[in-house]
């Protein structure tokens, strides 16, 4: 876990906002907050939900030292009133959120807010960062796993990520969506990513010749000798050079590496030179600048690769390289009772779906596929899978379905009760588990790259009334 001391790691108007509730009367009045996005990167068919874990580690260790303190009096806008408020200020409120790991569509909350308004405002931006950046990463390396159909997918971005926490935490995100391990050391000491790795040209240019660089390797790591054979001519010297490695230090199973050229036609050809001479068990890697449009277009021209290295495509998900998650007020208190917020735009993608709500998961009873998801109020029992349920395309309305036979599984979990951690944070290894059960759940329909099938996510009939009601009210305002 990281300690360090992210506090004022925030938009600067969530103080001012801040300073603004304790003034004026309204620091303690309760509200909720939903984290959703509305485009899933790519144009594909569903996102993954990742970055939960630095939430709470963020929450855990929330606290405004003495030197935040000083600092925020030096700005000149805050009242001493709200600066003594800082100092005993924690966080007290709810969460709940859905399991890293798990399959999201867009306008469906994936963590909930409910806490005092000054907490529920102030954390806002490291929500959104942390979410943001790893289920952006999560996603895009999900869709580069399932292009290479079961061939390893190993994480190379540390060195072209947007910093350190990218390179980092992306390792981690790529791990959870599928890859089978990162180049990144400080992500395996702090999260159990596998690290790995074979050699740079430089290893191989500082000998004085190719296969003397090979040689050395292969006596140094004899139970994991993977060879760059791109240095200088990858079918000439490199892949000759090292099978004369390879026999003679009685090595049978390693690995070349292309990372340059036309890897088509290179592992076609290195395929074949490796088998005969006798060399079966040495596998082809390949990388440079790769996708899941190009690790697809390389198995459609049958290339023989058996593993991918995939760095700044991935790392900084270079197609679609904004997440675009948002937080918004969808509820407030009153006396008692929650009352709904809409936000209303011009843009009708940019209309929220109001209030407290619950999301439920649908899945057909004789094929265990995901079928649709029901947005509910919170006090609503969840859909009864033993009747007939018509749902709404999101996109357009006129367009419906209906499914029978179905269970339905509430995707929502609680995290925090009243500033108390009541979750128990799953290993990475769990939550990699859940992710490839969650993507095994969808239809291949709504899996492919190119024009997905749009996935049901509807409201029920009583938060559509609601909705219909806040935005008849707005209207005639």
Sequence with gaps: MNKNNYTLLCDFYELTMSNGYLLSGMAENVCYFDV???????????????????????????????????????????????????????????????????????????????????????????????????????????????????????????????????AIYGARAAYIAGCAGTACAIADRDFGVPCGGTMAHSWVQMFPTELEAFRTYCRLYPQNATLLVDTYNALRSGVLNAIRAFREAGIERGGIRFDSGDIAYLSRRARR?????????????????????????????????????????????????????????????RDGAVEPKIKISENASKITNPHFKRAFRLYDNATGKAEADLLCVFDEEPPDGS???????????????????????????????????????????????????????????????????????????????????????????
Excluded at 142 to 148: F, G
Excluded at 295 to 307: F, N
Excluded at 448 to 465: I, Q
Aim: charged share 30%.
């Design 387 to 477: 009747r007939p349920l018509e749902l709404f395309d999101p996109e357009h309305t006129w367009k419906r379905k209906t499914i029978e036979n179905y269970t339905a599984r509430e995707l929502g979990v609680r995290i925090y009760r009243s500033g108390k951690l009541v979750y128990d944070l799953p290993s990475i290894e769990e939550i990699r588990a859940h992710c490839t059960r969650e993507v095994a759940s969808l239809w291949d329909e709504v899996t492919r790259f190119e024009n997905p099938h749009t996935y049901y996510v509807d409201l029920s009939e009583k938060l559509w009334g609601i909705k219909q009601q806040l935005l008849r009210r707005r209207d005639a305002e």
């Design 273 to 333: 030179m490796l088998d005969d001479a006798g060399l079966p068990g040495i596998k082809i890697i390949a990388s440079n600048s790769l996708d899941e449009y190009i690790i697809s277009d390389l198995i459609r021209q049958g290339a023989k690769v058996d593993s991918f290295g995939v760095g700044e495509r991935l790392i900084t998900s270079k197609d679609s390289p904004v997440f675009g998650g948002v937080y918004k007020l969808v509820a407030v208190e």
């Design 36 to 166: 959703f996005y509305r485009t899933v990167p790519d144009g594909g068919g569903f996102a993954i939900a990742a970055g939960l874990e630095q939430v709470i580690d963020y929450i855990e260790n929330l606290r405004f030292t003495e030197e935040d303190i000083e600092f925020l009096r030096s700005k000149g806008c805050f009242d001493e009133r709200f600066l003594d408020y800082l100092r005993t200020f924690r966080f007290t409120g709810d969460i709940w959120a859905v399991p890293e790991g798990t399959v999201v569509f867009p306008n469906e909350p994936i963590l909930t807010v409910r806490a005092p308004a000054i907490e529920a405002q102030f954390i806002e931006t490291f929500v959104l960062l942390s979410i943001n950046h790893q289920s952006l990463i999560a996603t895009k390396a999900n869709r580069i796993v399932r292009a290479a159909q079961g061939r390893a997918i190993s994480e190379f971005g540390s060195r072209r990520a947007q910093g350190a926490d990218g």
